[in-house]
């Protein structure tokens, strides 16, 4: 039965992948790490991966090349901005590659990430550590599955069998 479904919105897909720049180089990769749920139509993956699994089902080998557009967004250009460390949510151990979330004006939040920390500076930019980056992604099937109602509430799945960690 199950062998039957075909990615579409509402419907897990578990696959594992190998993510490269377009110089060959692996970027990410599931390998290792066993393979990954996401819940299709939840933007659990960049548009561009996801389009490109739309219809598929289990076993299948799925090679795809994405334009920056349809994965991390083009780099718009900026040189990252140098802040003083103590200006950032204290308690972190800020390092170059991570995430944090600011407030910019009347409580409109954008994401930014960290290039670089010096001492008690850290610089910050707008673009994703793989902004203007041409993702080439070579993807298997693994499995796909109905989605539980509550992932689908949630917007993700609950591990590759519906069953994992409950404590959101
Ligand atoms: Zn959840």
New binding site residues.
Partial sequence: MSTELTLADGLVGIIDYTLKNAEGEVLDTSEGRGPMPYLHGASNIIPGLEAALVGKKQGDHVEVTIAPADAYGEHNGQEPVQVKRNELPANVDWQPGMPLQAEVEEGQMVMLWITKTEGAWVWLTQNHPLAGVELHFIVDVVRVREALD??VT?G?P?GVDGTE??D?
Avoid: I, K, L
Wanted: charged content about 10%.
């Fill in positions: 509550v992932e949630h993700h609950h960690g409950h959101h």
